[in-house]
């Protein structure tokens, strides 16, 4: 496996992951800021790591 097969599976984990914590995120750090959609930029961040992963270009 190479490099950027490893860091779009990583950028894959982290959209993942601020998916699903979004609301205690927003609960915990953003308390008094409101809202911030943590699952949409974890949608994007996913979308990304994707790409990387299943890419054809070599690099």
Request: charged share 15%; hydrophobic share 55%; net charge negative.
């Amino acid at each position: 496996m190479n490099n950027k097969v490893s860091k779009g599976i990583a950028l894959l984990l982290f959209g993942i992951l601020l998916c699903a914590g979004s609301e205690e995120i927003n609960a915990t750090i953003l308390f008094s800021f409101g809202d911030f959609p943590f699952s949409a930029i974890g949608v994007i961040v996913g979308a990304v790591g994707l790409y990387m992963v299943f890419s054809d270009k070599a690099e």
